[in-house]
């Protein structure tokens, strides 16, 4: 066990853990250079006590139920990027390879937090899945068979994968709620897959006329737009052309010129685990 890296992935999601530790930041630093047989046996019972004051009664089976239903997530971005960076000359190099390589490194990041916490808290992280990155469900034959061996198609469904997780985490945010600490550490997690989101649309920009890129892809989502031409990701943009809000009627609001595109960019919109675990599911050989 590497305790010190255990306490780095803590601080990288959540900044002020220390904060809600208050007068236990000594201790849990203390626990971090702890050497012996001894200390390091006592080590998990310690930092998941440590954990679950910090996070309030983060034990529910509600509250795991969601991490683990994030880390199945964060698994399939994780072993998504991490493929992709092994995949010879896929990404080109440059600026390219270098953001995939921090957003691989964020999602490597997430899995860790996510399974750390949950242990921590009592639970019990659930299994990786054996992915299949060509949506054919264990076929290797879906309709993104070339994902690995085209850029334009790896663009599109990085694209996918992180523009469902924003709309995945903001879902569950209603389910977190009993617990501040874990809420707050769900929806930091939720703004890094929205920066991402963001900067794939930004590179896929730049690829028009391939074929794989219909429309301009802004960095956010227009009406239900994927600018992807295929039907198979569909499911992850049904729902975006909301121009409703608590309520409220956006488009034209107090005699503004405001569009339904405009109204739609504004906001992302929740998913529901249902509807995660649909568009997810060819993904999934096992």
Do not use: C
């Amino acid at each position: 066990m590497n305790l010190h890296n255990i306490i780095t992935e803590i601080e990288k999601i959540d900044p002020e853990v220390y904060d809600r530790l208050d007068g236990r930041r000594n201790a849990i630093k203390a626990l971090s250079h702890a050497g012996g047989k001894l200390a390091l046996a006592a080590v998990p019972l310690a930092l998941g006590s440590l954990l679950s004051k910090a996070y309030g009664q983060a034990s529910s089976n509600q509250i795991l139920d969601v991490l683990n239903f994030a880390l199945t997530l964060e698994y399939l971005e994780a072993e998504f990027y991490n493929t992709g960076l092994a995949a010879g000359a896929l990404i080109p190099m440059g600026d390219d390879r270098n953001s995939f390589q921090v957003i691989a490194d964020h999602e490597n990041d997430h899995v860790e937090f996510l399974r750390t916490t949950i242990t921590a808290l009592g639970g019990m992280p659930v299994t990786k899945p054996t992915f299949d990155f060509s949506a054919g469900k264990g076929s290797g034959a879906g309709p993104f068979a070339a994902v690995f061996t085209n850029y334009s198609l790896f663009l599109a469904v990085s694209q996918t994968f992180e523009d469902t997780g924003v709309r995945a985490y903001k879902g569950q945010a209603g389910n977190l709620i009993s617990s501040n600490g874990v809420l707050r550490a769900a929806l930091q997690i939720h703004s890094v897959e929205a920066r991402h989101a963001a900067h794939v649309r930004e590179l896929r920009s730049r690829r028009m006329g391939d074929g794989l890129v219909a429309g301009i892809p802004q960095p956010w989502i227009t009406l239900n737009q994927s600018n992807i031409p295929s039907d198979a990701v569909q499911a992850s943009y049904n729902g975006e052309e909301n121009t409703m809000q608590a309520g409220v009627q956006i488009t034209g609001i107090n005699g503004f010129a405001i569009t339904a595109e405009d109204a739609s960019e504004a906001f992302d919109e929740p998913l529901s685990k249902e509807q995660v675990l649909m568009i997810v599911d060819p993904f999934i050989a096992s």
